[in-house]
């Protein structure tokens, strides 16, 4: 079935890095855009970056831009989050999610309708 | 930057109520709006993308409507598993999520 798993997530210390990583399976991980989200302990959903179907096209919300990198590997179905510097407010579930829209490259989105079961960072 | 701001931020409803939550949005967006259902300690889940189209696999008692700035989710006759947190997200210029609205047993 379609599905995505993330790791990569822990507790690190105020400074320093940590990639994280979402690996795909039962769909065709090239042809799709893949976003990732998180969302600090008891608030809300914020989006953070998207990586387009191969890989040519980056977006990153301001909150991250410049600390946090998105990249894919097509060869093995991961997409991947290198964040850097990270800050006690970077402390969150981190969700990896599927654009709907088939071959997204700067097109219009649809939205986002795989969802794995998230990964936790903790900065502290 | 588009902010989306829903209300209420909470909504205490009984079984079968007819339930409406409300998205706004700081700009026009035309159609470009989602919503999502999230459950405690689980991931989102798509429920209504477009504004109004319903995802494949979802109950039919979830309805969107709206457009330009002003849009609605609304659940018909709400059952015990719609207890949950719903949120609204635009994708008319980036990707930005509403605050999310708590659907809670009255």
């Known amino acids: 079935q379609v599905q995505l798993v993330e790791s990569g997530g822990g507790v690190v210390q105020p400074g320093r890095s940590l990639r994280l990583s979402c690996a795909a399976s039962?769909?065709?991980?090239?042809?799709?855009?893949m976003h990732w989200v998180r969302q600090a302990p008891g608030e809300g959903l914020e989006w953070v970056a998207l990586?387009?179907?191969?890989?040519?096209?980056?977006y990153y919300a301001d909150s991250v831009k410049g600390q946090f990198t998105i990249s894919r590997d097509n060869s093995k179905n991961t997409v991947y989050l290198q964040m850097n510097s990270l800050r006690t407010e970077d402390t969150a579930v981190y969700y990896c999610?599927?654009?709907?829209?088939?071959?997204?490259?700067?097109?219009?989105?649809?939205?986002?309708?795989?969802w794995g079961q998230g990964t936790t960072v903790t900065v502290s | 930057d588009i902010q989306m701001t829903q209300s209420p931020s909470t909504l205490s409803a009984s079984v079968g109520d007819r339930v409406t939550i409300t998205c706004r949005a700081s700009?026009?967006?035309?159609?470009?709006l989602a919503w999502y259902q999230q459950k405690p300690g689980k991931a989102p889940k798509l429920l209504i993308y477009d504004a109004s189209n319903l995802e494949s696999g979802v109950p039919s008692r979830f309805s969107g409507s709206g457009s330009g700035r002003e849009f609605t989710l609304t659940i018909s006759s709400l059952q015990p598993d719609d207890f949950a947190t719903y949120y609204c997200?635009?994708?008319?210029?980036?990707?930005?999520f509403g605050q999310g609205t708590k659907v809670e047993i009255k």
């Open positions: 990586i387009s179907y191969d890989g040519n096209n980056k």
């Open positions: 999610a599927r654009e709907r829209t088939l071959h997204y490259y700067g097109s219009q989105s649809s939205g986002m309708d795989v």
């Open positions: 039962g769909f065709t991980f090239s042809s799709y855009a």
């Open positions: 700009q026009t967006i035309s159609t470009w």
């Open positions: 997200q635009q994708y008319n210029s980036y990707w930005a």
